[in-house]
């Protein structure tokens, strides 16, 4: 079956970085975008942005650009999210969620809905 | 980047209907037939429940359903159980190839 396994908890201190896996199986990896979205306690869902699995392109909520990178190693299923800088504010639970979507000669069409989801990670950003 | 605006929380009896709304502007719930909907129990991560406003993934009952109208989008659930009971988002895509969820919505049955 289709499912998305994430790396465990971290806990980071002010002006680190963290760095979060996402690890694919059920499915041909690059046949579909990969979407990240976190989610502070007690808080509502972020989307974060997503990343195209085939060729690497990405995009970015304007909130995070600059702050945060997707990547992705195809040949082990995996995505990856790099947030630099972190503030008390990042403390969050982390999802990564695969896009629905489909390739039709050679172009990705999303279908605009996100399904699996990862089981989430808990980064705790704190001095 | 704003959020899609829900209502803080609604509330029902088992076995009555309920509606949950989600406004957003022409630039991502009126402008796109791409709203979808999350259930999310404590503790857990989200499960999609309706796709492009009124698709049901395979799995999904159909006491839940899903509609549009102008800037809104609204998702019903009929016949409420008590394992109902969790927060609800919408999601919409917004131009630009971007996408927002929406403030959230707590289900409680009574």
């Known amino acids: 079956q289709v499912q998305l396994v994430q790396s465990g908890a971290e806990v980071k201190k002010p002006g680190a970085s963290v760095k979060v896996s996402c690890k694919a199986s059920g499915y041909t990896f690059t046949s579909y975008a990969m979407h990240w979205v976190r989610q502070a306690p007690g808080q509502r869902l972020e989307w974060m942005g997503w990343?195209?699995?085939?060729?690497?392109?990405?995009k970015y909520s304007q909130k995070l650009e600059g702050r945060v990178t997707f990547t992705r190693d195809t040949s082990a299923s995996t995505a990856y999210m790099d947030l630099s800088s972190l503030r008390s504010e990042d403390t969050a639970v982390y999802y990564c969620a695969r896009d629905r979507g489909y390739y039709d000669s050679g172009t990705y069409h999303s279908n605009n809905w996100f399904d699996p989801w990862g089981q989430g990670t808990l980064v705790t950003v704190s001095s | 980047q704003s959020a899609l605006t829900q209502p803080a929380s609604v509330s029902g009896s088992p076995g009555q209907s309920i509606t949950i709304s989600c406004t957003g502007t022409s630039s991502d719930v009126g402008g796109y037939n791409y709203v979808s909907w999350y259930q999310q129990h404590p503790g857990k991560a989200p499960k999609v429940m309706i796709y492009?406003?009124?698709n049901r993934p395979s799995g999904v009952s159909n006491r839940f359903s899903g509609s549009k109208s102008g800037n809104t989008a609204s998702l019903t659930i009929s016949g409420l159980q008590a394992e109902d009971e969790a927060d609800y988002y919408c999601s919409s895509y917004r131009s630009g190839n971007l996408y927002v969820f929406g403030t959230g919505t707590e289900v409680t049955v009574l």
């Open positions: 990343i195209n699995a085939a060729n690497g392109n990405t």
């Open positions: 492009e406003v009124t």
